[in-house]
Each structure stands twice: as C-alpha cells, then as structure tokens.
C-alpha cells in the first residue's frame, strides 16, 4: 500500500518537473535527432554526433505518455537529454521496489553515506520500514501502537548496532534490545525475533539457547515439518538452532525435542510408517553419525547401505528395510544434516 502510494506521488512529480518533454514536442515524439533542436542547435547545423553515453536513435516514435501507465526508464534518459543533465538517474526517480532492492545490499554505514546523496529518498519512512521488517522479520516493537515522530531510519540503526553487540556478547545484545524497547522479555517474543533474524552469530546464538531453554521450546514449535523427509527437516532444524560441536546433553536436549515436533507435524507417517518420538531419535543420530562418516576426510572404510540398514534396524527393529534405505540415499546424495 505504501510503496503504491509512493509510487503516484512519485509520477505526478516526475510529470510536472519533465511535462514540458512529455509534451508532443518534436524532439520526443518525433525523430531523436530533433532533440538537437531544443537543446539550442541552429536549424540549418547538422545534428551532433552521438558521443558514449547518448543513446541511440530510436526507430519507432514513441506513444504519448498520456497512454503510459507512468515514466519509464527511457522516457526519463531522455528528458535528461533534453535538459541537458549528465550521468545517472537518481535513484528516487526509479520504482520504489527497485530503490529497495538496490539499497538492500548495502549496511548501515553505506545506507548513511547514500541518504547524505539521496536526501529525499534517505528520509522516505516506507523505505526504512522495507529495510527493516526484510532483515529483522519480527520485532516486538512492531505490534505496538508507535509514537508521533517515531523513524523507522533511527530504528534501523538501533537494530543494527544490537545486532553487532549481540555477536559480540549475546546478554549485553539482548539487554541492549530490551533498554531500547525493541523487544519484551518474553520467551515467545524473544524466539520470534530469532527465528526471523539472519543476522545473529550462531556460535552466539547457540550459547543464549542452551541457557534459556523456555526461548528454545518456542523456537522448536516455530518449525512446521509437515510433509518433509526425515533428513531434510533435521537440515531445516539445525539451519536455525546450529547443533554444537561435541555431543553431550545439549544435543540430547535439540534432538528429543526435534523428534517430538516431528511427529507432531506428521500424524499420518506415524501412523503409516510406525514413527514414534524415541524412533525418530534414534534415526537422528544415526544420519548424524553417517553424515559424519560419509563426509569425514579421515574415515577412509565408508559405511556402506547395507551396514547402514542392518546397524539402524537394530535400535529401531519397526522401522522398514525401505524406509532407511533412502535415508542412506539422501545423506549419500546431499550431504550431511547438519553442515
């Protein structure tokens, strides 16, 4: 709604200031080399020569614009011609998706240094607030009602600088989150912010979910597994909440509680294939232990499916022969759960 709103208001601006060019002048809706005409030339000198960065004639006359749903790149090259202005299109002149996708790559530092040179586009809220909600999915800040003069500009900057304390030290990141109102301390909130966050250190990430298990329960029932493959939703898993380096009873505690989600994202295979949550956890650590084992430079005797099939079995004897065969097929295939 707001980037549609941004986008008439932007049109109508663009109409005034290059109206008299959309115009059916001779040197727009006629022949290009007219253009020389209104830029001062005498009528009987030649027209001059394109130089590197003119474009070329266009063979067709072009519609009037009154028949366009707006201006397009090219009628905009070319009433910058007509003035003749140099170099680039300023960027607020562009679509507003395309200014969104375009400042999208640069950081805070950059986005700064652009809206010193894009003043109008620099101060647009709407663009802040795009900027914001595709980095930072949820914020307990957005469900509030927001005061007069609040900037969505300052809040980008206060997210980025929590963000880089919390990959510094994740209390001081999440107390800075907090003292800035940002976020609430509530368990539910605060695994929200996580899951749609990808800016966080995982290392960082890993150590704040082993002490806040309560975060860490909301943030496993945040997953859906319906209808996924084994292996491929213990990847989705360990994609958000990064399994530690050594076993022991963190990866115990990830692993039961990905076993019951599973099972209760997927009623009908449990039914089908006879899942249970302590079946499913002792499928996980068999793909992990055979992720490990296909994928290790220094085990050099490969398990092979047979073995696979024939260890796996026998810790979960009412699991099918099939079943587990493409559970081999797809580590073999796609790598390792939890790289």
């Known amino acids: 709604m707001g980037q549609g709103l941004w986008r008439v208001a932007r049109n109508q601006q663009l109409q005034q200031e290059y109206g008299e060019h959309w115009d059916a002048g001779p040197g727009l809706d006629g022949d290009p080399r007219d253009l020389g005409m209104e830029m001062g030339a005498n009528p009987g000198q030649a027209p001059p020569s394109p130089g590197v960065g003119d474009l070329p004639p266009h063979p067709h006359p072009r519609r009037h614009p009154q028949h366009c749903q707006g201006a397009d790149i090219y009628q905009l090259l070319r009433a910058r011609r007509g003035k003749g202005q140099q170099g680039f299109i300023d960027l607020e002149m562009l679509p507003p998706e395309l200014s969104i996708t375009i400042l999208s790559y640069l950081n805070a530092t950059d986005l700064c240094l652009a809206s010193c040179v894009w003043q109008d586009l620099g101060h647009d809220e709407y663009l802040w607030q795009g900027l914001c909600k595709s980095t930072w999915g949820h914020c307990s800040i957005y469900n509030r009602r927001l005061p007069y003069g609040f900037s969505y500009r300052r809040l980008y900057m206060m997210?980025?600088?929590?963000?880089?304390?919390?990959?510094?030290?994740?209390?001081?990141?999440?107390?800075?989150?907090?003292?800035?109102?940002?976020?609430?301390?509530?368990?539910?909130?605060?695994?929200?912010?996580?899951?749609?966050?990808?800016?966080?250190?995982?290392?960082?990430?890993?150590?704040?979910?082993?002490?806040?298990?309560?975060?860490?329960?909301?943030?496993?029932?945040?997953?859906?597994?319906?209808?996924?493959?084994?292996?491929?939703?213990?990847?989705?898993?360990?994609?958000?909440?990064?399994?530690?380096?050594?076993?022991?009873?963190?990866?115990?505690?990830?692993?039961?509680?990905?076993?019951?989600?599973?099972?209760?994202?997927?009623?009908?295979?449990?039914?089908?294939?006879?899942?249970?949550?302590?079946?499913?956890?002792?499928?996980?650590?068999?793909?992990?232990?055979?992720?490990?084992?296909?994928?290790?430079?220094?085990?050099?005797?490969?398990?092979?499916?047979?073995?696979?099939?024939?260890?796996?079995?026998?810790?979960?004897?009412?699991?099918?022969?099939?079943?587990?065969?493409?559970?081999?097929?797809?580590?073999?295939?796609?790598?390792?759960?939890a790289a």
């Open 159 to 337: 997210l980025d600088e929590g963000s880089l304390t919390f990959n510094a030290n994740h209390q001081e990141g999440i107390s800075y989150f907090m003292s800035k109102g940002i976020l609430v301390d509530h368990p539910k909130d605060l695994a929200k912010f996580i899951f749609c966050t990808r800016t966080l250190n995982w290392k960082m990430l890993r150590v704040y979910l082993d002490e806040r298990r309560d975060v860490l329960d909301e943030l496993v029932t945040l997953h859906n597994f319906s209808n996924q493959f084994l292996p491929n939703a213990l990847r989705d898993f360990f994609r958000h909440i990064h399994a530690p380096e050594e076993r022991g009873e963190y990866l115990e505690t990830l692993i039961t509680k990905f076993s019951h989600r599973f099972c209760a994202c997927n009623p009908v295979l449990v039914r089908e294939v006879g899942l249970s949550p302590d079946a499913v956890y002792v499928l996980c650590y068999s793909l992990i232990l055979l992720s490990i084992d296909l994928t290790s430079p220094h085990v050099k005797n490969k398990m092979s499916k047979r073995e696979f099939i024939r260890n796996t079995r026998r810790a979960a004897q009412n699991i099918s022969e099939d079943f587990v065969g493409h559970l081999y097929d797809n580590i073999y295939l796609i790598g390792h759960v």
